[in-house]
């Protein structure tokens, strides 16, 4: 299955039961999303996206399948304006599109919003050692493995690694 995606924000009444039904853990599918293993409501959501745009600090980002479907969602940031950083976070919340290489593509399309819409020079994020199928699809999208923090995260009452990745604007990067 060859997935054409696009991207386009988020709007509030995106923010339905399907998109919310993405934040539930149920099936694992998120235990590598939050570090903090904190739980989400449509109240948190809506709030954090509304709170993303008045500050301007971050925003959300539907990925949407050929059909207009929504697939996911790809948060920017938050901005650190002074340095023109930001985070970048890609969630597969339609766990049909899984392992479809889909994940690389948001990833590498956001890139393009973050540098040439957000003038952002520098992305970067970290992940569990553990979540492979994360790691490849942020290197795949031209990020790149910078740091490997030993013991970073608390899992199970185990230390785990956090991997490191950050993507480089070209504009300001040679």
């Not at 590598?32 to 959501?45: H, Q, V």
């Not at 393009?112 to 979540?131: C, E, K, P, T």
Request: glycine share 8%; with cysteine.
């Amino acid at each position: 299955m060859n997935t054409e995606i696009t991207l386009r924000p988020v709007q509030l009444n995106d923010i339905d039961d399907e998109y919310c039904s993405w934040y539930v853990n149920s099936d694992g599918h998120l235990n590598y999303f939050t570090g903090s293993g904190r739980t989400f409501s449509r109240e948190l959501l809506v709030k954090d996206f509304k709170e993303g745009i008045e500050s301007q600090r971050w925003y959300y980002h539907c990925i949407l399948n050929e059909a207009g479907q929504k697939i996911g969602n790809v948060k920017i940031g938050p901005f650190d304006l002074r340095n023109k950083t930001s985070d970048l976070v890609c969630l597969i919340g339609n766990r049909t599109y899984l392992g479809k290489g889909l994940a690389s593509q948001a990833i590498m399309l956001a890139n393009q919003v973050a540098f040439n819409h957000y003038d952002i020079r520098r992305l970067q994020g970290g992940m569990y050692a553990s979540n492979i199928s994360s790691i490849k699809a942020y290197t795949k999208a031209g990020w790149f493995i910078e740091a490997t923090m030993k013991g970073f995260y608390w899992v199970n009452d185990q230390p785990e690694d956090r991997i490191c990745v950050a993507c480089l604007n070209p504009r300001y990067f040679s």
